[in-house]
């Protein structure tokens, strides 16, 4: 007997195939059992007629509990009706592992209860979908710096100091050498990277020390971080747009079903285009003005002046020019105004807030050790990295974007913790 995925329905109309899954759901009526299963690439609902398989299949067909892992053997018919568009006449049942009392039925559980049991929840149809989107977002990733002559060059994940400020390292002792911290960005090896090979991205897990109990923080994320020499502020956002445009975009072709088991209305997403609005910093707080919130200017934007501030305009929306105040030892002032960091975050839209973080790096030697004393930095630690502005220094621009950010946009979730097999946070580091 041919075995073949769901997925693969559609060649095999009319013939009779086997497929091997699990018991998703099932109901009952009459002499006909209706079993539906999954088998990771889709969703089949296979009909047991009593007047067509042995009474052994068919009690079979009625005793086996949710999540049993079967074989099922029968004629595929087209029927729009059904999941998927096809429905298996079947013929055979054949119990792999019989289950019973499966702990996620389909009622409704709290969400305590479900990310206890994340490993199992992983199987419902809503985590499969997310995780089908995420991995679609992977791959466009990938692809557009890929086809855009970037080289992936990963960063190491034990780094010897602090790249985005000292306040959430994880630190762990390191042999003899004293203290390692896992990295909170690659960023500061792409640049040795960009300076070795023009246009690089690292993509990897980063990790974070967040205190607080936000649906934006995770204490490890994924971030892919490009880094371009020979750019600047601008070619920054030029990148950053033409980037989201493309997975954004990618997405909707390629995952349209998976949207729709998620509910995502979608035009909100059809609008993510080039090219994106880009206000300054003093702009943004204007807007914020306007809107009747008292703002102190020089402050961060919290999530809900992002959310003030990305209402204003139907696609992601580019903030720039921070005060560098609040903003990173490594980026670049503003020649016009050197209160100003050449930063730029965007924001996407619907109140999900910052999903990218960039800027144009300090490529001046004297300038960016007077940052790393301001900053209270060890030296020491960055003697490799100021070697970059001794030989050959270049302007050179990245950005960072989280990839959970993005998938909890694109899928239109309301907490980062569905779009990672398994979120670590502040209060959950099981399973
Ligand atoms: O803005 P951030 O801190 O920028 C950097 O790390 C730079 N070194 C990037 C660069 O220029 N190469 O972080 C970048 C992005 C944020 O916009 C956000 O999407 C995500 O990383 N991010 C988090 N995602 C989940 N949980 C957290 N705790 C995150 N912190 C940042
Ligand atoms: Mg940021």
């Known amino acids: 007997m041919q075995k073949i995925y769901i997925s693969e329905l559609a060649n095999y109309v009319g013939q009779e195939i086997t497929i091997q899954g699990w018991l998703y759901n099932k109901r009952s009526s009459g002499k006909l059992r209706f079993l539906v299963l999954r088998d990771g690439s889709g969703y089949l609902q296979c009909v047991y007629f009593k007047g067509n398989v042995t009474p052994e299949i068919f009690d079979l067909s009625d005793k086996i509990g949710q999540e049993s892992a079967i074989e099922v053997t029968g004629k595929v018919k087209a029927e729009p009706r059904a999941v998927g568009g096809y429905e298996l006449d079947a013929t055979h049942l054949n119990v792999l592992h019989e289950t019973h009392d499966y702990p996620i039925t389909p009622k409704d559980h709290g969400i305590e209860f479900l990310m206890d049991n994340r490993h199992l929840w992983l199987r419902s149809s809503r985590q499969v979908a997310i995780m089908r989107i995420r991995h679609r977002i992977v791959k466009a990733i990938r692809d557009f710096f890929d086809d855009r002559g970037f080289t992936l060059m990963d960063a190491p994940i034990l780094t010897p100091a602090a790249c985005e ?3 959430t390292l994880f630190e762990t002792e390191y042999f003899d050498l004293g203290k390692a911290y896992l990295t909170q960005s690659g960023q500061l090896y792409a640049e040795a990277g960009a300076l070795a090979l023009g246009k ?5 897990p980063t990790f974070r020390a967040e205190k607080s109990k936000t649906r934006r923080h995770l204490t490890e994320f994924w971030m ?3 880094e371009v020499a020979f750019a600047d502020l601008n070619d920054d956002m030029d990148l950053a747009e033409e980037f989201l445009e493309y997975i954004v975009q990618t997405v909707l072709t390629d995952r349209a079903e998976e949207l729709k088991t998620l509910e995502r209305d979608t035009t909100k997403l059809q609008n ?10 003093d702009e943004a707080v204007e807007i914020l003005k306007k809107n009747g919130v008292e703002f102190e200017y020089g402050n961060d934007l919290g999530a809900a002046d992002e959310t ?3 209402n204003q305009f139907d696609r992601p929306v580019m903030v720039h020019r921070y005060p560098s105040a609040i903003k990173a030892f490594y980026m670049k002032r503003d020649p016009e105004n050197p209160n100003l960091a050449l930063a730029v975050d965007v924001l996407a839209p619907e109140g999900y807030g ?3 973080g960039g800027s144009q790096r300090e490529d001046s030697l004297d300038l960016l050790l007077a940052r790393i004393k301001e900053h209270n930095l060890p030296q020491k630690a960055f003697e490799w990295y100021l070697d970059l502005r001794r030989f050959g220094s270049v302007p050179h621009a990245g950005f960072g974007l989280g990839l959970e950010r993005t998938v909890t946009w694109i899928c239109g979730l309301d907490h980062l913790r569905e779009t990672i097999p398994f979120p670590r946070m502040i209060y959950r580091n099981t399973p």
Do not use: A, Q
Request: net charge positive.
């Open 272 to 281: 993510v285009k080039r090219p994106f609005p880009r206000i300054s910093y």
């Open 224 to 226: 892919v971080e490009p």
């Open 200 to 204: 690089v991205y690292t993509f990897g």
């Open 308 to 310: 003030i501030v990305s």
């Open 354 to 356: 910052e999903i990218i």
């Open 165 to 167: 400020g000292t306040s």
